[in-house]
């Protein structure tokens, strides 16, 4: 993305949970032209002190919404994620959420309450592999009609557990709200909409009977939009060799996405493999393969954010619109599974967001 032009002064930014994903944020947000952190919050600071480069830092986020802000990135546990965008909305702050939008779908649907009072405000969820260059690439080709129409879509997202960084909160339901399909998949289930447009058919399998958790530790969903369109997605944390892969059939060709760059590096690299059909392949095309060596995406996922404060742009992904739907998906997911349905008491939920 080209650089925004320059404000009067640079924006300043708060950030809500300073772990492992706010600290990264950080590094992205402060190389951006117009953009500077003043201040951080975390529970795990003993109290009111400075990060080691003077940047003054809070137990709670009602601490750091009284420090003069422009904008707000929210990095915290699903339990109080919406509590926090909704607090940095109501004090006049622009809101960058990391992904899940909450717990539940009631934390997301309360917050776009929040958002509809607010217009002159932005809004934006952390849905960051949107802005991955193989993801993007996909979405050019799939968009220039080159390989003609998607018949079908297969999608592994696994990692070996449900990590938890500092504690347990992940697998904690009532903190969490969900297990790897929440914290992970949604990522997947975030690209199969962006590709395929919104499901409508939904079948489900989804279990905790590896780890044990209260949430789960797998979810296999089989999925058809309205016109035709097949997607399967399995989110899986006893994947032992971390996975990425996303297979995309087309009518003339196919288009496979593995790997994806990550702070871990344990997907493997980054490619797009892309193969058109011909009619003497025999089932055999040849295939092109783009190698991806640098992840833009996080840089590019705050420019996008930046941009659209400065430039007063809507968002262009991540919208609350995205999130919700997405969400809603989710749920329709865990809910297409009886069982499991019934176990955690689901369906009112679902049935108040509809």
Not at 59 to 81: K, P, Q, R, S
Request: charged share 25%; net charge negative.
């Amino acid at each position: 993305m080209s650089p925004s032009p320059s404000p009067a002064r640079p924006l300043r930014i708060g950030i809500s949970g300073y772990g492992v994903v706010g600290r990264r944020r950080r590094d992205f947000i402060d190389l951006h032209p117009v953009l500077k952190t003043v201040a951080v919050c975390d529970r795990t600071f003993a109290g009111y002190d400075v990060t080691d480069d003077g940047i003054p830092c809070y137990t709670d986020y009602a601490g750091l919404l009284e420090h003069d802000l422009d904008a707000l990135f929210v990095c915290m546990t699903n339990d109080i994620a919406a509590e926090a965008t909704i607090a940095g909305l109501n004090k006049g702050l622009h809101v960058f959420c990391e992904k899940p939008p909450g717990r539940d779908l009631g934390d997301i649907t309360n917050v776009i309450a929040c958002e509809k009072q607010k217009p002159g405000l932005k809004l934006k969820y952390g849905f960051n592999h949107r802005y991955h260059d193989s993801v993007r690439d996909a979405m050019a080709i799939i968009q220039s009609g080159e390989l003609g129409h998607i018949v079908n879509l297969r999608g592994v997202y696994g990692k070996s557990k449900i990590i938890n960084f500092q504690s347990d909160w992940r697998t904690t339901r009532d903190i969490a709200g969900g297990g790897i399909l929440l914290d992970q998949g949604i990522h997947m289930v975030d690209l199969l909409r962006l590709f395929a447009g919104e499901f409508v058919d939904i079948q489900s399998i989804v279990d905790n009977s590896f780890w044990n958790h209260d949430v789960e530790d797998n979810a296999y969903a089989l999925m058809r939009t309205a016109d035709g369109k097949v997607a399967f997605i399995h989110s899986s944390a006893t994947q032992w060799r971390h996975k990425f892969y996303l297979e995309i059939a087309l009518t003339d060709g196919s288009m496979v996405l593995e790997g994806i760059l990550s702070g871990s590096k344990s997907y493997g690299a980054e490619t797009l493999t892309i193969a058109r059909r011909t009619a003497d392949d025999n089932g055999d095309p040849e295939e092109e393969v783009r190698h991806y060596e640098e992840d833009a995406s996080w840089a590019d996922e705050i420019g996008e954010f930046a941009d659209a404060i400065i430039h007063d742009e809507p968002i262009i992904y991540g919208t609350s619109d995205d999130a919700l739907k997405t969400m809603h998906l989710v749920y329709r997911i865990y809910c297409a599974d009886p069982l499991w349905k019934a176990k955690w008491d689901l369906d009112d939920q679902l049935v108040e967001a509809t």
